[in-house]
C-alpha cells in the first residue's frame, strides 16, 4: 500500500513525538562511520551531527521545526543543511523541505538538494507514517526533478546495536531516489525513542555513536518569518534567521 500525503490541514504540530522519529524529545546526536569518495575511491571517515534548532520557521503557511544536519568527510565540512518538519494531528510526521549549503575547500559551492514545500510545484513528503507497516510505501519527498526520495516499510521488529547502545523494536526502511542513474538505494533504521540510528548505502554507512534527550517544553520556540521569504537572495542557509 503506497500512503499518500493527505492535505496540511491538521498538520501544524512541532511537537514531534512520533516514537520512530521524536525529534522534540532529543537533543544533538552524532553518528560516525566510513564513506567512500565516487571519484577515487578513496575511502573517507564520514561523521553526521544533527540538532533540532530552538526556532521554529513557516513553510507554505506551516508552522514547522528546523533540525540542523552537518555533514564531514575526514573532519571537514562538506555539507550543512536545515530540513524543515511538521505533525498532522494523526501522528504522520511530514518533510516541507531542505535549505542546503555544499561545501568544498570551506566555501560553500553550490545549494544542490534545496527545495521547499509550496515553491516551483513541490509538496510537503512523508518522513514518518503515524502507523507503519511492513510493506507500505511513501514518498519522503515531492519536488519534481529536484527530490524524489521513496521510503518502503522492510520489518518493524529489528534490534540494533551501534555505539550508542542496544535498541530493539527498530523498523527498517529501504529508501530510493529514482533520479540517480541508475536509481540508488539506501538502508536506514529507525528506534523507538531515538529514531534514526543507522544508515547504510553502497557507499559507506553512518551510525548512531552519542545522543541526549530532552524536554519539548524546555525548547524555546521563537518562530520567525515564512521561509520562502526570509532565506538568503543566493539560497545560503542562514542560521540566524
Given at each position: ?18 516514537p520512530l522519529?521524536p525529534?522534540?524529545?532529543l537533543g544533538?546526536k ?9 571519484d577515487?575511491g578513496a575511502?573517507?571517515?564520514a561523521?553526521?551531527e ?5 526556532k ?5 503557511g506551516v508552522?514547522?521545526l528546523v ?5 564531514f568527510a575526514n573532519d571537514e565540512l562538506i555539507?550543512?543543511?536545515l530540513?524543515?518538519?511538521?505533525q498532522?494531528?494523526d501522528g504522520?510526521?511530514?518533510y ?6 555544499n561545501?568544498e575547500?570551506g566555501k560553500?559551492?553550490d545549494?544542490d538538494?534545496?527545495?521547499l514545500a ?12 503515524a502507523?507503519?507497516?511492513?510493506g507500505?510505501t511513501?514518498n519522503?519527498e515531492n519536488?519534481?526533478g ?5 521510503s ?7 534490534n ?14 529501504e529508501d ?7 536509481p540508488?538505494?539506501e ?5 523507538p525513542g531515538v ?15 552519542s ?6 517544553g524546555?525548547r ?5 518569518s515564512d521561509v520562502?521569504t ?7 542557509v542562514d542560521a540566524?534567521?
Amino acid at each position: 500500500m503506497h500512503l499518500r500525503p493527505t492535505s496540511t490541514r491538521g498538520t501544524s504540530q512541532t511537537n514531534i513525538d512520533n516514537p520512530l522519529f521524536p525529534l522534540s524529545s532529543l537533543g544533538p546526536k552524532t553518528f560516525e562511520g566510513r564513506d567512500t569518495d565516487p571519484d577515487t575511491g578513496a575511502v573517507l571517515a564520514a561523521r553526521l551531527e544533527s540538532a533540532v534548532l530552538g526556532k521554529t520557521r513557516k513553510v507554505a503557511g506551516v508552522e514547522v521545526l528546523v533540525l540542523e544536519e552537518k555533514v564531514f568527510a575526514n573532519d571537514e565540512l562538506i555539507e550543512r543543511a536545515l530540513d524543515f518538519f511538521a505533525q498532522h494531528d494523526d501522528g504522520t510526521v511530514y518533510y516541507f523541505g531542505e535549505l542546503v549549503d555544499n561545501y568544498e575547500n570551506g566555501k560553500i559551492v553550490d545549494h544542490d538538494g534545496s527545495w521547499l514545500a509550496g515553491k516551483n510545484g513541490a509538496e510537503p513528503g512523508i518522513v514518518m507514517p503515524a502507523d507503519p507497516f511492513v510493506g507500505q510505501t511513501f514518498n519522503q519527498e515531492n519536488a519534481p526533478g529536484v527530490a524524489e526520495d521513496q521510503s518502503r516499510v522492510l520489518a518493524l521488529d529489528e534490534n540494533v546495536k551501534t555505539p550508542a547502545g542496544k535498541f530493539k523494536g527498530c523498523a527498517k526502511f529501504e529508501d530510493t531516489n529514482p533520479l540517480d542513474s541508475p536509481p540508488t538505494t539506501e538502508f536506514k533504521w529507525f528506534c523507538p525513542g531515538v529514531g534514526l540510528v543507522r544508515d547504510v548505502d553502497a557507499e559507506g554507512f553512518v551510525e548512531l555513536v552519542s545522543y541526549t534527550t530532552t524536554s519539548a517544553g524546555a525548547r524555546a520556540a521563537e518562530q520567525i518569518s515564512d521561509v520562502g521569504t526570509s532565506e538568503g537572495d543566493d539560497g545560503t542557509v542562514d542560521a540566524d534567521e
